[in-house]
């Protein structure tokens, strides 16, 4: 199935009205797949889609990329622009007398600041205002598309808590390298990221693996993304982390982990429509606070998931967005003790009208291997 992107640009058009937004300019990022199916490399060249609320739709593309473009002739026209014109002069003729101007957030800012000169007395706002909220909502060929995201990462996940993936003796580097082929192998068009983190640095959230060779008696937490491409070119996001601890883990580290696993239970069944994102996260920190650990949980408990890896909605305290079916998301919790090591255990959940449906389904037991 295809996405409908002449519906998402009326969409995006009514929530424009609703905001006093006069035009849309999408330059990289997620959002201008989203809106025409089309992702612009990041190149020194421009490429824009202008979406006038009022009616209209142009991607502005250099030329030598317009081959690259899917032709959606039901939803915008295309602009090739050559070498020798100026691309911010179209964008800006295109746009008209705007007073109001949403920008994608990821634009590099020299367009930014060109367009401004180019647009003068126009307010730019982020983009985000605008597309945020659409893309928070997935759609059923979008869910499809996460579910199978994380079908792929289970897969390799599988491999890595059954042993199939050697660890010991072995480098964090080189074990992400064999991850990363198994991401592809099982479905992955693109590898997102890869964390082996082991021993200590099992406690470092974002570690970036190294030459630190994994060793019998420890942790190796692993956290894998990819993305699992649709017919329309998009892609679609996995990320989940399971840990595995090579022998006999002693007591305190099991008794940690099984922290983190309550912790992730108590935010999964907090999960239901018209609940507070900050809600959420409560109960996975709650459920670590109590154990005393609380000092040792050091971010949010979810980011959402589509698209890219993070965004709307947020799991963190302070943020009283009321969660709606179709939001997806991943649920993180963990405990991280500088120095010694760290744990954390994470699915991507999709909210229904019933209550959470969990994508990822591998084991979420602590994986003792020996080593």
Known sequence: MSADFASRLERARRRMTDLGVDVLLLSVGADLPYLTGYEAMPLERLTMLVLPRDGGATLVVPRLEAPRVVERSDAFAIRPWAETEDPVGIVAALAGTPAVAAIGDRTWARFLVELSAAMPGVSFSTASSVTGPMRAVK??????????????????????????????????????????????????????????????????????????????????????????????????CSDMTRCIWLGTPPPEAAEIYAVVQRANEASTAAVAVDVTCESIDAAARGAITDAGYGEYFVHRTGHGIGIEEHEEPYLVAGNLQRLVAGNAFSIEPGVYLPGRFGFRLEDIVVLTEAGPDVLTGTDRALAVLEP
């Open 139 to 236: 759609d059923p060929h979008e869910i499809d598309m996460l579910r199978q995201a994380a079908r792929a990462a289970d897969v390799v996940a599988n491999e890595l808590l059954t042993g199939g993936i050697d660890l010991v003796g072995r480098s964090e580097a080189h074990v992400a390298a064999q991850i990363e082929g198994h991401m592809r192998a099982a479905g992955h068009a693109r590898v997102n990221f890869v964390i082996v983190a082991a021993g200590e640095n099992a406690a470092s959230p974002h570690h970036e693996p190294g030459d630190r060779v994994i060793e019998p008696g420890e942790v190796v937490l692993c956290d894998l993304g990819g993305s699992v491409v649709d017919e329309d070119g998009i892609g679609y």
